[in-house]
T-cell receptor, first 114, second 110 residues
Framework: DTGVSQNPRHKITKRGQNVTFRCDPISEHNRLYWYRQTLGQGPEFLTYFQNEAQLEKSRLLSDRFSAERPKGSFSTLEIQRTEQGDSAMYLC????????????FGSGTQLSVL | EDQVTQSPEALRLQEGESSSLNCSYTVSGLRGLFWYRQDPGKGPEFLFTLYSAGEEKEKERLKATLTKKESFLHITAPKPEDSATYLCAVQAGSTDKLIFGTGTRLQVFP
């Protein structure tokens, strides 16, 4: 068990560019969550998947954000036309149905939009 | 709207000085309350889940308790390696997402 893996660890981009992050969950976990965290704040829910189905998406999530989980394995989170306010740590977590409250988090992708 | 509030925002303790962190919540249909530890530059690490008022769980120097309105994380005789941000989260209603508080940043000095 190698844990939840996120790539890249750091991403610096210019305003208006598109970025994509990848998350590889723990292999036997069927649920995958995306959270966003800014300095001094707790993680904020973005969306989650059970297998390949996206079950919930935050009402606060801009339509510039899209997430996929093809084949129920890894997931990608894309942000189009980035804004400075998108600068944050993007965290991925996975869990197994039935124990879905015990989320295992990755180390996150730190996004800086200049 | 479901809400989680943690206090204090920051806490400085001398090694061996016991204290408590507070997490108060306002939710509809609490299904579980969770404590996580987060070290700088890392993702949160699971500590405890509590499901009903009166429940308690312990792990090493940490003990979590739950009432109908709040939870406490008691730290007994802390060590410098206990320094971290402690996050509280709730799961409520029909959704499986966790709603996090802003955390308590704990520093333990030798």
């Amino acid at each position: 068990d190698t844990g939840v893996s996120q790539n890249p660890r750091h991403k610096i981009t210019k305003r208006g560019q598109n970025v994509t992050f990848r998350c590889d969950p723990i292999s036997e976990h069927n649920r995958l969550y995306w959270y966003r965290q800014t300095l001094g704040q707790g993680p904020e829910f973005l969306t989650y998947f059970q297998n390949e189905a996206q079950l919930e998406k935050s009402r606060l999530l801009s339509d510039r954000f899209s997430a996929e989980r093809p084949k129920g394995s890894f997931s990608t989170l894309e942000i189009q036309r980035t804004e400075q306010g998108d600068s944050a740590m993007y965290l991925c977590a996975s869990s197994q149905t039935g124990a879905n409250e015990k989320l295992f988090f990755g180390s996150g992708t730190q996004l800086s939009v200049l | 709207e479901d809400q989680v509030t943690q206090s204090p925002e920051a806490l400085r303790l001398q090694e061996g000085e016991s204290s408590s962190l507070n997490c108060s919540y306002t939710v509809s249909g609490l299904r579980g309350l969770f404590w996580y530890r987060q070290d700088p530059g890392k993702g949160p690490e699971f500590l405890f889940t509590l499901y009903s008022a009166g429940e308690e769980k312990e792990k090493e120097r940490l003990k979590a308790t739950l009432t109908k309105k709040e939870s406490f994380l008691h730290i007994t005789a802390p060590k410098p390696e206990d320094s971290a941000t402690y996050l509280c989260a709730v799961q409520a209603g029909s959704t499986d997402k966790l709603i996090f508080g802003t955390g308590t940043r704990l520093q333990v000095f030798p």
